[in-house]
């Protein structure tokens, strides 16, 4: 039987990337997928890369991975489709407005190219925005969007180069803990695979793989729905991801291909993991997006989904280590997944060879008080 340095359970972005920066340290690595890669909620994300949040951690986190996004093309010897399109938040109420500049002063702390903008500048630099009832918006060209999949394809590709393996359609049913150390998992055919460091990365099913070794994860699944468009002529300039914070609000954005792509939160939300679309979804999700950009009224719909978001009571991800010896865990994303995995994936790597992470990731502790809330959903 092979051995393993790490053995990674979940094949989404968070699993493959912890996956791949640990085999550039030289780590033999395993990374176990139930299904395929990208089958919970990385393949069914969006693709949108923002660093426009409100709290330290996450802003730092954001622009790591955002920085990584960068060099993915250079990484991995072809496109991922990454583009700085742009992110605008849109505020309806001086609330809102209050929110957004509060936290541009957090976010220029760090570096971030944002500003808030005027309604008149935003019909000014995006006219086929509706600006009736906007006040302004919080918009950085720095943020922006990739691919999935293709990001999936290079992590994949770089493991299997740098010595890793992944195996697919293959469920583990409960981890293997042996006084207060991790001994490896079981696989649900009952075969053991043993590994001294095992990272719980399996996105809504965490908190059930986790509960076999009695460690409790503060994770709830909600449904969240999607859909994508028949390719059209690109808008000059492109969409960016334009962000309705209001109670019937939404978020899309156009895709260099021309598509447009986009989803919203229901109120109220929809726990579990259901992946059931509905045609009340498709109704309201047009009605949305044809307010804020009317010209798209003719467009027709390829096709919609639905996926998990894992939600936290504040809003963040849980990237730590337990109180189990070599157990980890990188989780609870809350619907940042995909614009956060590079770079959680990068200092979880760090975590587990270097013992020690190379930002601070305290907002991110499993044992924390999830009393502060990420105001920027």
């Given at each position: 039987?092979?051995?393993y340095?790490?053995?990674?359970?979940g094949?989404?972005?968070?699993?493959?990337?912890?996956?791949?920066?640990?085999?550039?340290?030289?780590?033999?690595?395993l990374?176990?997928?139930?299904?395929?890669?990208?089958?919970g909620?990385?393949?069914r994300?969006?693709?949108?890369?923002r660093?426009?949040f409100s709290t330290?951690?996450?802003?730092?986190?954001?622009?790591?991975?955002?920085?990584?996004?960068?060099?993915?093309?250079?990484e991995?010897?072809?496109?991922?489709?990454?583009c700085?399109?742009?992110?605008?938040?849109?505020?309806?109420?001086?609330?809102?407005?209050?929110?957004?500049?509060?936290?541009?002063?957090?976010q220029?702390?760090?570096?971030?190219?944002?500003?808030?903008?005027?309604?008149?500048?935003?019909?000014?630099?995006?006219?086929?925005?509706?600006?009736?009832?906007?006040l302004g918006?919080?918009?950085?060209p720095?943020?922006?969007?990739?691919?999935?999949f293709?990001?999936?394809?290079?992590?994949?590709?770089?493991?299997?180069?740098?010595?890793?393996?992944?195996?697919?359609?293959?469920?583990?049913?409960?981890?293997?803990?042996?006084?207060?150390?991790?001994?490896?998992?079981?696989?649900?055919?009952?075969k053991?695979?043993?590994?001294?460091?095992?990272?719980?990365?399996?996105?809504p099913?965490?908190?059930?793989?986790?509960?076999?070794?009695?460690?409790?994860?503060?994770?709830?699944p909600?449904r969240?729905?999607a859909?994508?468009?028949?390719?059209?002529?690109k808008f000059?300039?492109?969409?960016?991801?334009?962000?309705?914070y209001?109670?019937d609000?939404?978020?899309?954005?156009?895709?260099?291909?021309?598509?447009?792509?986009?989803?919203?939160?229901?109120?109220?939300?929809?726990?579990?993991?259901?992946?059931?679309?509905?045609?009340?979804?498709?109704?309201?999700?047009?009605?949305?997006?044809?307010?804020?950009?009317?010209?798209?009224?003719?467009?027709?719909?390829?096709?919609?989904w639905?996926?998990?978001?894992?939600?936290?009571?504040?809003?963040?991800?849980?990237i730590?280590?337990t109180?189990?010896?070599?157990?980890?865990?990188?989780?609870?994303?809350?619907g940042?997944?995909?614009?956060?995995?590079?770079?959680?994936?990068?200092?979880?790597?760090?975590?587990?060879?270097?013992?020690?992470?190379?930002?601070?990731?305290?907002?991110?502790?499993?044992?924390?008080?999830?009393?502060?809330?990420?105001?920027l959903?």
């Amino acid at each position: 039987m092979k051995n393993y340095d790490t053995i990674i359970v979940g094949g989404g972005i968070i699993g493959l990337a912890t996956g791949f920066y640990l085999t550039k340290f030289g780590k033999k690595v395993l990374v176990i997928e139930k299904r395929y890669p990208g089958a919970g909620s990385t393949g069914r994300c969006i693709g949108g890369i923002r660093q426009q949040f409100s709290t330290s951690g996450t802003i730092q986190l954001a622009r790591e991975s955002l920085n990584l996004f960068k060099e993915l093309e250079k990484e991995f010897g072809f496109s991922v489709e990454f583009c700085q399109s742009g992110y605008l938040l849109l505020a309806h109420t001086e609330e809102q407005k209050s929110i957004f500049l509060k936290n541009i002063e957090i976010q220029k702390s760090f570096g971030i190219n944002v500003e808030f903008i005027s309604a008149k500048d935003i019909k000014k630099e995006f006219p086929y925005v509706n600006t009736e009832g906007i006040l302004g918006g919080a918009f950085s060209p720095e943020d922006g969007q990739a691919f999935p999949f293709l990001v999936l394809k290079g992590f994949i590709r770089g493991i299997t180069k740098n010595g890793g393996e992944i195996i697919t359609e293959t469920e583990v049913s409960s981890l293997i803990e042996q006084n207060g150390k991790i001994k490896g998992v079981k696989l649900s055919n009952g075969k053991i695979i043993n590994s001294e460091i095992v990272i719980n990365a399996a996105g809504p099913w965490a908190k059930e793989l986790s509960e076999t070794v009695d460690i409790e994860l503060p994770f709830v699944p909600e449904r969240h729905e999607a859909f994508i468009t028949v390719k059209i002529k690109k808008f000059d300039p492109i969409i960016p991801m334009l962000v309705d914070y209001r109670k019937d609000g939404c978020y899309f954005n156009q895709r260099i291909n021309g598509q447009i792509i986009g989803c919203y939160t229901p109120v109220p939300n929809y726990p579990g993991k259901s992946t059931k679309e509905t045609f009340e979804f498709l109704y309201e999700m047009s009605r949305r997006t044809v307010r804020l950009v009317p010209a798209l009224e003719k467009v027709h719909v390829l096709r919609q989904w639905a996926g998990s978001y894992t939600m936290t009571p504040d809003g963040n991800p849980v990237i730590d280590k337990t109180e189990i010896e070599g157990y980890f865990v990188a989780g609870g994303m809350s619907g940042h997944g995909f614009m956060l995995g590079p770079a959680t994936g990068k200092l979880l790597a760090s975590l587990i060879a270097e013992d020690k992470f190379y930002i601070n990731m305290s907002e991110f502790s499993l044992n924390r008080k999830f009393q502060s809330k990420e105001l920027l959903k």
